[in-house]
């Protein structure tokens, strides 16, 4: 009897997995088809639009692309699109989002009810796709659940890569426990900003495997230490230094075991220097980083994920508070950071972090173009579409999504946008999504179509 059990149960998990990869391959040949007519196409690589193009779309692939005429069959239900001669791109990506954290005030987050911090990231989550970001690599916080809801097509949402909890020290950036929980006892219970999975002390390098562990286990799909201080939390100066080097050094080797990889949150020179030690591939921010960083940097391959952060986004925190006073340090590191990032070649991703600002996160668009500050047009666009995915390929089979990302090329996911005008003459177009993207295309489906009004 338990044999045939044993059986059925395989036989269901075969029938499971090989209907998961036909979904992730090629679209079979009487998938759903759309067709974009005379579209001029950012490919996400170049700096240069193409002549006027066709783009098949069938499933959610990009099956073909000619300067010739392409026939699909119209009784099938193909969808035909005429683009006008305006610009077919890939999908934006913000790579350092945190998807449960853009809306809720600060002051909320560990007493807010969860369900009604989950209803507000799932607003959130819907907003953001509607502003053209088609996929977010999320660098903190309990979107396990929201991204399942999104994959599952409960509600409109980006494309999620997850980190799940920020993993940090005692009084580290990421721990916003009141002083009325301390002292912490080992192995005693979690407080609330755990529980939640908002972020999880660890305080050794056995602490830092488990709760690596942990995050990949739920599906994370690259681990998010903060190795320095921050702005944002109450006990974390921005001069420190956090975790050890062992410490550190546990993390990757956890993340590496699944075939992923660790970021680290952090500004300083000496915080950036041990973490790359450690075996670190991507530093978060790092506006305060000096020449020889850069120069380690480049020599050792690692990612710079940098925000070019407005300075309304320190308006979210209580006006003269320890925390307004780090912003601005930051701030002011902004405009050297880039400019040796530049000198140095460094692999640079683009991002924004939002936190408690909902009122900023409708800039998003904007953000990306004040990029503009450092980079032309085309770098810009390029930065946030095909090199941003290039870090997230780095999450190698822990990748939640089968598929190339940020590009206009045969093969690749669906994710598209169809702009009115041309984005490398005016990137400015970014910054009105509502008004100057026409269609907003997700794996394949279209969530958005002003076109035909």
């Not at 269901?12 to 979904?23: D, E, F, I, T």
């Not at 790092?286 to 407005?310: H, N």
Request: hydrophobic share 45%; glycine share 12%; net charge neutral.
């Amino acid at each position: 009897m338990y044999r045939r059990i044993f059986a059925a149960v395989l036989l269901l998990m075969a029938v499971g997995l090989a209907s998961a990869a036909g979904s992730q391959g090629n679209p079979p040949a009487n998938a759903s088809a759309t067709l974009f007519q005379n579209v001029r196409i950012f490919d996400g690589k170049g700096g240069r639009l193409s002549a006027p193009s066709n783009v098949l779309v069938r499933g959610n692939r990009i099956e073909h692309i000619s300067t010739t005429g392409i026939a699909v069959d119209r009784g099938a239900g193909a969808v035909l699109i005429d683009g006008g001669g305006r610009t077919l791109m890939p999908g934006l990506i913000d790579m350092h989002w945190h998807a449960m954290f853009v809306r809720p005030p600060i002051a909320s987050l560990l007493t807010a009810d969860v369900g009604y911090l989950n209803l507000l990231a799932g607003a959130e989550a819907t907003a953001t796709l509607l502003r053209g970001f088609t996929t977010v690599r999320d660098m903190g916080g309990p979107t396990f659940g929201l991204k399942q809801a999104i994959d599952e097509g409960v509600l409109a949402g980006p494309r999620i890569f997850p980190s799940g909890a920020i993993i940090t020290i005692t009084g580290g950036h990421g721990d916003f426990r009141p002083f009325t929980d301390l002292p912490r006892i080992l192995g005693g219970p979690l407080t609330r900003q755990e529980t939640v999975g908002a972020s999880m002390v660890a305080d050794s390098p056995d602490e830092v495997r488990l709760r690596v562990r942990e995050q990949l286990m739920q599906g994370a799909s690259q681990i998010k230490l903060t190795a320095g201080g921050g702005v944002a939390s109450p006990h974390s100066p921005i001069d420190v230094s956090t975790f050890t080097e062992p410490e550190l050094r546990a993390a990757v080797e956890a993340a590496e075991n699944w075939g992923t990889y660790v970021t680290v949150h952090a500004y300083t020179p000496a915080t950036i220097k041990r973490a790359i030690a450690a075996g670190a591939k991507c530093i978060e921010h790092g506006q305060l980083m000096d020449e020889s960083t850069a120069k380690l940097m480049a020599e050792r391959g690692i990612w710079l994920s940098i925000q070019p952060f407005p300075e309304e986004l320190g308006n979210a925190l209580p006006p003269g508070s320890e925390g307004r006073e780090k912003f601005q340090e930051v701030f002011a590191g902004t405009d050297r950071a880039y400019a040796l990032a530049k000198k140095y070649r460094l692999k640079t991703a683009w991002g924004t972090d939002i936190l408690f600002a909902p009122v900023l996160a409708n800039q998003q668009g904007a953000l990306l173009a004040k990029l503009t500050t450092w980079y032309t047009p085309a770098e810009a666009l390029v930065m946030a579409t095909g090199t941003n995915a290039q870090l997230l390929a780095m999450s190698g089979k822990r990748s939640p999504y089968r598929g190339k990302l940020g590009v206009v090329e045969e093969g690749a996911l669906a994710d598209l946008l169809l702009v009115d005008g041309n984005p490398i003459a005016d990137i400015k177009l970014v910054a009105d999504p509502a008004k100057n993207f026409l269609i907003i295309m997700k794996d394949g489906k279209i969530y958005k179509n002003t076109l035909s009004r």
